[in-house]
Nanobody, 125 residues
């Protein structure tokens, strides 16, 4: 059974950058689609973007398009989320998730059976 764990969260100033990683253990990610989600205090969990593992295609929510980049690291069996030009409203717990999903299902958290525990990102001066 594939298990996911996020890392790389922390405190960063507005305008700064941070890179998160989602590492998988217990199996290969071949055939999976992986998503990044985030949840700010008092808000619902929000879709950030996704990656199709096999063809490396990436997809982004409008709120992060042009600032965030998702990539595959096959050697580490991991997915990264590079976040640039960070804003206070990017403050949230960031989660990665995985499943064998069709493309239209990517933005919806209920379609992902596998989740990591999350990592906190705080954007503040």
């Amino acid at each position: 059974q594939v298990q996911l764990v996020e890392s790389g969260g922390g405190l960063v100033q507005p305008g700064g950058s941070l890179t998160l990683s989602c590492a998988a253990t217990g199996g290969t990610l071949s055939g999976y689609r992986l998503g990044w989600f985030r949840q700010a205090p008092g808000k619902d969990r929000e879709y950030v973007g996704a990656l199709s593992w096999n063809d490396r295609r990436t997809y982004y929510a409008d709120s992060v398009k042009g600032r965030f980049t998702i990539a595959r690291d096959s050697a580490k069996n991991a997915m990264s989320l590079q976040m640039n030009s960070l804003k206070a409203e990017d403050t949230a717990v960031y989660y990665c998730a995985a499943g064998r999903l069709i493309l239209s299902s990517l933005p919806y958290e209920a379609n992902y059976p596998l989740w990591g525990p999350g990592t906190q990102v705080t954007v503040s001066s």
